[in-house]
C-alpha cells in the first residue's frame, strides 16, 4: 500500500495521559499536515510540515500538543495531559510540493483518540 | 482563517435522480477549491478539483462562481454508493495568513434511497 498510513488507528487513554500518533506520508511527499475531526464536523488544520520544517500551526493546537518530522519522512503528533475535549478523529495528509496551492492532499484513515 | 458553509443536510434523494449541493466561502482572495467525498468513519477522499470554467467527471459536475464566492456539485443519475457526507474544501494559500492548509465545510450529508 502506498498510501498515507497512521498508527495507531484507535487509541483509548485515561484523561491526564500523553499519548503519541504516527503518520508515514506517501513516499517522496514533502508536505504534510495534521488536521482534527470531531462528529459532525468538517477536519480543521492543525499544523503543516515541509520536509522537516514546521511551517505552520494553528491556534487550535494548544501547548499541549506537539508535533515533529524529524527527518522529513515519517511525523508524530503528541498530545501531553489529555483532556476529554481531545477526543477526536485525528488525520494525517501529504501532498506533493509542485509550486502551488492545487497540491491535492491526500489522507491517511486516521486515528480516533477517546479521552475518558 | 475564515468560513466555509454548506447545508449539512441530509439530503434524501431517490436513486437514479439528479442532487445538487452548494457552498459558499468567506475569503475572496482563496485560492483553490475542492470536493472531497467521506464515507462514515473513514477518511475524506478527494472527489474532484473546481475550476472557475466548471469541470465535469462522469456523473459529477462541479461550478466555482468567484464573484458570488460559491461553488456547486451536481450528481446525475445517483446511485445508491452515493451516499456520503459531501466535503466542500477551500485552500486559502498564503492570503489566509498561512500556508496551504485546507479549510473545510462541516460536510453536506446525502442518502440515496432504493
Known amino acids: 500500500d502506498t498510501g498515507v498510513s497512521q498508527d495507531p488507528r484507535h487509541k483509548i487513554t485515561k484523561r491526564g495521559q500523553n499519548v503519541t500518533f504516527r503518520c508515514d506520508p506517501i513516499?517522496?511527499?514533502?508536505?504534510l499536515y495534521w488536521y482534527r475531526q470531531t462528529l459532525g464536523q468538517g477536519p480543521e488544520f492543525l499544523t503543516y510540515f515541509q520536509n522537516e520544517a514546521q511551517l505552520e500551526k494553528s491556534r487550535l493546537l494548544s501547548d499541549r500538543f506537539s508535533a515533529e518530522r524529524p527527518k522529513g519522512s515519517f511525523s508524530t503528533l503528541e498530545i501531553q495531559r489529555t483532556e476529554q475535549g481531545d477526543s477526536a478523529m485525528y488525520l494525517c495528509?501529504?501532498?506533493?510540493?509542485?509550486?502551488?496551492?492545487?497540491?491535492?492532499?491526500?489522507f491517511g484513515p486516521g486515528t480516533r483518540l477517546t479521552v475518558l | 482563517r475564515k468560513e466555509v458553509e454548506q447545508d449539512p443536510g441530509p439530503f434524501n434523494v431517490p436513486e437514479g435522480a439528479t442532487v445538487a449541493f452548494n457552498c459558499t466561502y468567506s475569503?475572496?482572495?482563496?485560492?483553490?477549491f475542492f470536493w472531497y467525498r467521506q464515507d462514515c468513519r473513514k477518511e475524506p477522499k478527494l472527489l474532484m478539483s473546481v475550476y472557475s470554467s466548471g469541470n465535469e467527471d462522469g456523473r459529477f459536475t462541479a461550478q466555482l462562481n468567484r464573484a458570488s464566492q460559491y461553488i456547486s456539485l451536481l450528481i446525475r443519475d445517483s446511485k445508491l454508493s452515493d451516499s456520503a457526507t459531501y466535503l466542500c474544501v477551500v485552500n486559502e494559500g498564503h492570503s489566509g495568513g498561512g500556508a496551504d492548509g485546507l479549510t473545510f465545510g462541516k460536510g453536506t450529508h446525502l442518502i440515496i434511497q432504493p
Open positions: 475569503n475572496s482572495a482563496s485560492q483553490s
Open positions: 495528509a501529504s501532498s506533493e510540493l509542485a509550486g502551488g496551492p492545487t497540491d491535492t492532499q491526500y
Open positions: 513516499s517522496e511527499h514533502n508536505r
